[in-house]
């Protein structure tokens, strides 16, 4: 009769081919969790901002605009000089909370105003026209390359035309 003293090279073999297997699994799921928490991060510092742009715009009773970058890394916001001049703008402040991987929709987004009522207008701003909602989308690229890779997670916001928002997972 024969004794063991271990395990056999095949039972080894297996043993290390599982723990590879769920070691890239929790790899690729970590990634996950931070990407789709850094969006999450992203879209409440924007929702923050624009609420903070309704309190200005509603506290001084004039136009506040939030206009963004071409490259989507950043957006600003600012508040007309005079009431009257709806072409005239004092800057608050510039916001850059975009990674090399975050961005949002350059290309898409238009610059809006708010006003103090909540009416959300493009700009220039045209007195005469309804008031109109604006889409955002925010987006997180996969890889650390080119803009080619494909995104990872999308959040759109809607901002309604009297000022309500709606967030969306596409």
Same mark, same amino acid.
């Given at each position: 009769m024969r004794k063991t003293?271990?395990?056999?090279?095949?039972?080894?073999?297996?043993?290390?081919?599982?723990?590879?297997v769920l070691v890239v699994m929790v790899?690729?799921?970590?990634?996950?969790?931070t990407a789709n928490s850094r969006i999450t991060g992203l879209?409440?510092?924007f929702l923050a901002d624009y609420?903070?742009?309704?309190?200005?715009?509603?506290?001084?009773? =004039?136009?506040?605009? *939030?206009?963004?970058? @071409?490259?989507?890394?950043?957006?600003? !916001?600012?508040?007309?000089?005079?009431?009257?001049?709806?072409?005239?703008?004092?800057?608050?402040k510039t916001?850059?909370?975009f990674s090399d991987r975050t961005f949002f929709d350059g290309g898409g987004v238009a610059d809006f105003a708010i006003n103090s009522t909540g009416e959300? =207008?493009?700009l220039? *701003?045209?007195?005469? @026209?309804?008031?109109?909602?604006?889409? !955002?989308?925010?987006?997180i690229r996969k890889g650390r390359g080119t803009a080619g890779e494909g995104v990872a997670y999308t959040?759109?916001?809607?901002?309604?035309p009297y000022g309500g928002l709606k967030v969306e997972k596409k």
């Open positions: 003293r271990g395990f056999t090279v095949v039972e080894l073999m297996i043993t290390l081919l599982v723990l590879g790899v690729r799921i970590g990634d996950n969790v879209i409440n510092n609420s903070q742009a309704k309190l200005l715009a509603s506290s001084e009773n =004039r136009y506040v605009a *939030i206009t963004f970058s @071409a490259d989507g890394r950043s957006y600003a !916001l600012a508040k007309q000089t005079d009431i009257t001049d709806t072409t005239a703008w004092t800057p608050v916001v850059t909370p959300v =207008r493009p220039p *701003i045209d007195l005469n @026209a309804a008031p109109s909602g604006v889409t !955002l989308n925010f987006y959040r759109t916001i809607q901002i309604l």
